[in-house]
Nanobody
């Protein structure tokens, strides 16, 4: 089983930036693709970005050109660089290992605590 710990969230003004980190431990040999999700109050958790070991990436339309997902395999860490943040980006952000099947990404690991991102207008 993989354990995931997210960090890097905080309060930022609109237009600001944050860099989230997700450290993975445990059965890390099983990790292929990793992703960031977010859940805003009263909304379902949604996929924000994903990256596979081969470098393939996916971004939700709402974050394209603003967010960048990257990974450091030596550190077993995945990052989410967020630029030009908007109030609608306010959410709890979670990372997870994912599998890609039939055009969709599916989370594979128990969810961690997440990290809160709050963007003020």
């Amino acid at each position: 089983q993989v354990q995931l710990v997210e960090s890097g969230g905080g309060l930022v003004q609109a237009g600001g930036s944050l860099r989230l980190s997700c450290a993975a431990s445990g059965s890390i040999f099983s990790i292929n693709a990793m992703a960031w999700y977010r859940q805003a109050p009263g909304k379902q958790r949604e996929l924000v970005a994903a990256t596979a070991t081969g470098g393939t990436t996916y971004y939700a339309d709402s974050v394209k050109e603003r967010f960048t997902i990257s990974r450091d395999n030596a550190k077993n860490t995945v990052y989410l660089q967020m630029l030009s943040l908007k109030p609608e980006d306010t959410a709890v952000y979670y990372c997870n290992t994912v599998t890609y099947f039939s055009g969709n990404y599916y989370p594979m690991t128990n969810w961690g605590q997440g990290t809160q991102v709050t963007v003020s207008s």
